[in-house]
């Protein structure tokens, strides 16, 4: 599909000086069910800002680190190890603690836009609102683990939760094994939870066209920062 007629609408509507900014220094979360594009939106988005100028750094929650990736391996890989809820959930916070002093910090000090894959919004959905845990402990442990750092920007790719699983085309994790009327409650958690995150949010209808969602996403950040 070709849209660069709309990505040229979008530049138009904004001022010269903003068309031609070098954008700095801004914290961008994606998240959202599993299925819904992330990964994609991430990349199109990284490969944007690089073309406007913008030193760029991609990372993902949990994972990017030594530390990082241990625990993701154990958290996702290893059913033989079983995790009790809360054991989960405060092995993703050591993760994202980790990631946020290693990599989030530095990244953002360098003047770099940070696109990260996940952050606290999922812990709290994923073991919160749809694993039975409290809430409102998950996000004051997550002030913790974050040392205050929250996102600028979060975007949330919501897609309903059938059109979600056929896009999976590879082997499940442990948390994708959870099946149907959990990843509803991740869905009704991220819609609900939204409204929560500090800075810049936006939910985005994740069943169209990569293109056309990413237009969406330029659209807000391109007001955002100019």
């Not at 031609?20 to 914290?27: D, K, M």
């Not at 003047?111 to 959905?125: E, G, P, S, T």
């Not at 949330?156 to 059109?163: N, T, Y």
Request: one cysteine or more; glycine letters at 8%; a neutral charge.
């Amino acid at each position: 599909m070709d849209i660069s007629w709309l990505r040229k609408k979008i530049s138009n509507l904004l001022p010269c000086n903003a068309r031609c900014r070098r954008y700095e220094s801004l914290f961008v979360v994606f998240d959202g069910i599993d299925g819904a594009g992330k990964s994609t939106q991430i990349a199109m988005l990284r490969d944007f800002l690089i073309a406007r100028g913008s030193s760029v750094f991609c990372t993902r929650d949990p994972g990017s680190t030594p530390l990082g990736d241990a625990i993701r391996e154990i958290l996702l890989h290893r059913e033989d190890i079983p995790l009790a809820m809360t054991s989960e959930m405060l092995l993703y916070m050591a993760a994202r603690a980790q990631l946020v002093d290693e990599q989030i910090r530095p990244a953002l000090e360098r003047k770099d836009i940070v696109l990260c894959d996940r952050f606290l919004l999922a812990n709290v959905v994923y073991q919160g609102c749809a694993g039975g845990l409290s809430v409102e402990t998950l996000w004051q442990v997550g002030q913790v683990a974050t040392g205050g750092l929250m996102p600028d920007v979060t975007i949330i790719l919501d897609l309903d939760v059938e059109k979600a699983a056929s896009r999976m085309q590879r082997g499940l994790d442990r948390l994708e094994k959870r099946g149907r009327d959990y990843f509803q409650r991740v869905r009704d958690g991220f819609r609900s939870q939204l409204p929560r995150c500090t800075g810049a949010t936006l939910l985005v209808d994740a069943d169209r066209s990569p293109e056309i969602i990413h237009c969406e996403i330029l659209s807000k950040i391109e007001n955002l920062l100019g």
